[in-house]
């Protein structure tokens, strides 16, 4: 067991790290996995929880891209697949495979979608989850009861991947501290420490305490997603503006919208997107939405009109059209896009970028979650050429991750925890009350509570509740009723 305090306590023994990364969500822990797999001294700074952004609140799919494919852009796909097959094999308790359903309504569609799955197939190579096939509209409605059945033709099936955001976050995080990296919660970097002309370090300051520190390094990693301008800024106030945040709204319904296993593919939008209609966690989401923000903000709001498309498009597939009073939850985050002008902002490439600014500072931005170990190895790289460093080639393609398992029941409700379960078991055995579930509706337990605040860092109830568990994110309407409970649980684990 090692609780923050003692990160914190070994943050502050090292004079000089090789490498400070600034940012805790998927890009940031990415990077940091693979500066430690590579044995550097990396010490990850992240200001609220990690993964308290962007990186907790995506479509939880491990994915190619279909819509990147119709933009033409093959070289992310391919790329995306490749990582897709990868983190499959070092984390398979941790990425399941999904069916996916495009139901045909018209004649023209099954050509024009068949052949884009095939390239998509194709791309996949030795990653290839398993072939397209095309099922008739008695086979549609088997697999997809819930379907919308007028006019309906048939409907293609591929597959893809299918993970929790914010449970993979900590397992590189953890990932990370096994390889003697330290990354902490809560700690907010206030400005670059910068000496003869160089990026040597980060001026941070405690969320709870609010003591400040002073941590130096050989090079900083901006990998602040969203706020990556913002850390821009404090090196040279004159830069350019390189991000363009964009709005994605989920929304969250009961099982009784698609029962079954298999997610829909909604093609085509009114604003030319695609929409999925996805099981997860025993409940469906439907999303995402693409709004240009002109305002980051940390806990991003839903517009109105962004959960009336999600009700409006999703109802053209379904039987039963969705309603405000069927949603249990409701969740927002802001993409990292690289501005482009004259583009909105769904035609912006999810590709990444790196930058060296004036004084060293490394900043990588946009990209996507799938493709977080590719942008980890050329984050790290692009630091060790920025200060003429050997810091060897990255060792992440095959570097099984915190409590690998190579056979599993997947159908165990502590699967994604690994061989970390035998921890939250012998927490049962010490409290037998602790098996119980914490809400009737989740199938979270309350020894995960204990878990999360002993072994992963939790230090607010929404840690627990919103990225620990994903309690909040599917079923907001009922959880709060038992968030006192929740509480007590954490509190007593600190006693």
Known sequence: MMRREDHLKKAQETTVYDIIIIGGGATGAGAALDAA?????????????????????????????????????????????????????????????????????????????????????????????????????????????????????????????????????????????????????????????IEHDKVHGVHAEDFFTKTKYLFRSKVVLNATGVFADDIRHKEDPQAHHMMVPSQGVHIVLPTSFLSKDTAVLIPKTADGRVLFVVPWHQKVLVGTTDTLKKTIELEPHYLEEEIDFLLKESAKYLARAPKREDILSVYSGLRPLIREKNKPTKAISREHLIEIGKHGLVTIVGGKWTTFRKMGEDAIDACSRSIDANWGESRTKNLKLHGYLNQFNPLNPLIQYGSDQDKIEFIIRENPKLGEKIHKNLFYIKAEVVFAVRYEMAQKLEDVLARRTRSLFLDAKRIFSRSGECSRIAKNDFL
């Open 37 to 193: 797999s590579r044995g550097l001294k990396v010490l990850l700074l992240e200001q609220q929880d990690f993964g308290k952004g962007t990186s907790s609140r995506s479509t939880k799919l491990i994915h190619g891209g279909l819509r990147y494919l119709q933009q033409g852009n093959i070289k992310l796909v391919r790329e995306a697949l490749r990582e897709r097959g990868l983190l499959r094999k070092n984390a398979p308790h941790l990425v399941s495979q999904r069916r996916f359903l495009i139901p045909l309504y018209h004649a023209y569609e099954l050509p024009f979608y068949g052949a884009g799955l095939k390239i998509y197939d194709f791309l996949s190579f030795s990653y290839s989850l398993e072939p397209t096939k095309y099922l008739s509209k008695k086979e549609v409605v088997q697999v997809a009861p819930e379907i919308q059945q007028n006019r309906l033709r048939g409907g293609l099936v591929y597959s893809d991947g299918q993970f929790d955001d914010a449970r993979l976050l900590t397992t590189l995080i953890l990932t990370t501290q096994d390889l003697g990296g330290n990354c902490l919660n809560y700690i907010k970097v206030t400005d670059l420490i």
